[in-house]
């Protein structure tokens, strides 16, 4: 059978894959502690869950506008737009509602990027950037810091790379799979570089309330945060999946300058249209009672905090072997496995197979993300399954 040569290169996501795997094993009877999804495991709260039950009682079920409902939009952008420097001009207008920030990626790099136009990758990276790229027709080019500083972007890394095709960088802080965070000035480094370089940004800030910063509930640094002069071409995405416990709703969103909004939007009225809308009534709550969502986040995050102390110390003091990055948010930890490689075991995949079959314990390869020295482990997941797989790990 012939495909279309849009899809010649397409490769499934490794992290569904992995969790697909799991849950095949787990069907069969075996024992497995799944740590590859990238999900909270909390439940949507319910004042959430109630918000939209009450919508569709209330006939909230037909089609809303393409890039969303206006109330949802309005609320985006007041909700990114509290305490940034002046000078950001964000209204409803700048912002288009879609079925999850995938759908935001995609709409962003279909719209930007094409034929002949190289887009640098932040590596490691999340497994769907590099593919979403090339179904642009874009060529993505592969860029990482130095691991010793969390693999967080210089310009001079950027340079490096950078040719006269280069048309875009995709950016994820916090990062998914490394937890990493830019510090504010290191962020401005990097979008004043694509400002003077004519490069679109595209900023991921999906895991932005996830941050285990000093102060309690204050966001990651964004790039709304900086001085918008400091930022040329920019489409910030993010979404209500991770920070509320809201993955299987799909919302997300994308934020940019009114004149890219309406070519996003455009491009999805012919193919999506807009997103669910009994899930974006129940994204409107969670955006629109500040104080109760708050209140949530701040819970959630500390229970992530916690956990995070709790594996670190663990493979510190169990598997000191298998090094790993201190993540500043997000709910991953990158644990470097090269140094078990052997000829039968000669990759993150086969490192990660052979950990699956003998210990039940799911971890996603590096390799998927672009770094085939380290594989992920997910800590969404409660004390008990951690120690209990940090124990299997150690006991090989």
């Not at 370089?197 to 800030?205: A, F, Q, R, T, Y």
């Not at 086969?350 to 699956?356: D, G, M, N, T």
């Amino acid at each position: 059978m012939t495909f279309s040569p849009n899809i010649a290169n397409l490769r499934p996501s490794a992290t569904i894959a992995v969790s697909t795997l799991a849950k095949k094993l787990r069907a069969e009877g075996r024992d497995i502690l799944d740590l590859s999804a990238g999900e909270p495991d909390f439940p949507t709260p319910d004042w959430i869950s109630e918000a939209a039950i009450e919508g569709i009682r209330e006939g909230r079920t037909r089609y809303t506008p393409a890039p969303g409902l206006p109330e949802l939009r309005k609320a985006v952008a007041a909700s990114l737009g509290t305490g940034i420097p002046a000078g950001w001009d964000l209204t409803a207008e700048s912002v288009v509602v879609t079925s999850g920030a995938k759908q935001a990626l995609f709409n962003a790099c279909f719209a930007l990027f094409g034929p002949g136009d190289e887009v640098l990758v932040a590596t490691p990276y999340w497994t769907s950037y590099p593919e979403i790229v090339e179904l642009a027709q874009a060529t993505p080019v592969f860029v990482s810091g130095a691991a010793d500083r969390g693999f967080r972007l210089t310009a001079s890394d950027l340079d490096a790379v950078r040719t006269p095709r280069t048309r875009g960088l995709i950016l994820c802080s916090p990062s998914n799979p490394t937890g990493t965070v830019y510090s504010l000035e290191e962020l401005g480094e990097v979008t004043r570089w694509a400002r003077d370089n004519d490069v679109h940004l595209i900023s991921d800030e999906i895991y932005r309330k996830i941050h285990f910063g000093d102060a309690e509930g204050e966001d990651a640094p964004g790039i709304l945060d900086l001085e918008p002069e400091s930022v040329g071409s920019w489409v910030l995405v993010d979404g209500v999946s991770k920070a509320f416990a809201m993955t299987g709703w799909r919302i997300g969103y994308s934020v940019s300058a009114p004149e890219i909004a309406r070519k996003l939007s455009a491009l999805q009225s012919h193919t999506t249209s807009n997103a669910a809308t009994p899930s974006q009534v129940a994204a409107l709550a969670a955006l629109t009672r500040t104080e109760r969502a708050a209140a949530d986040i701040r819970d959630m995050v500390a229970a992530f905090r916690r956990r995070r102390d709790l594996v670190v110390r663990l493979f510190r003091e169990k598997l000191p072997q298998l090094p790993v990055l201190v993540p500043g948010g997000a709910f991953y930890l990158f644990v470097r496995v090269d140094g078990e490689f052997t000829e039968a075991v000669p990759d993150s995949g086969a490192w990660c197979s052979r950990v699956l079959e003998e210990t039940g314990v799911a971890m996603v390869p590096g390799a998927a993300f672009g770094d085939d020295r380290y594989a992920r482990l997910s800590f969404a997941s409660s004390d008990e399954v951690l120690e209990e797989a940090v124990r299997r790990l150690a006991a090989r």
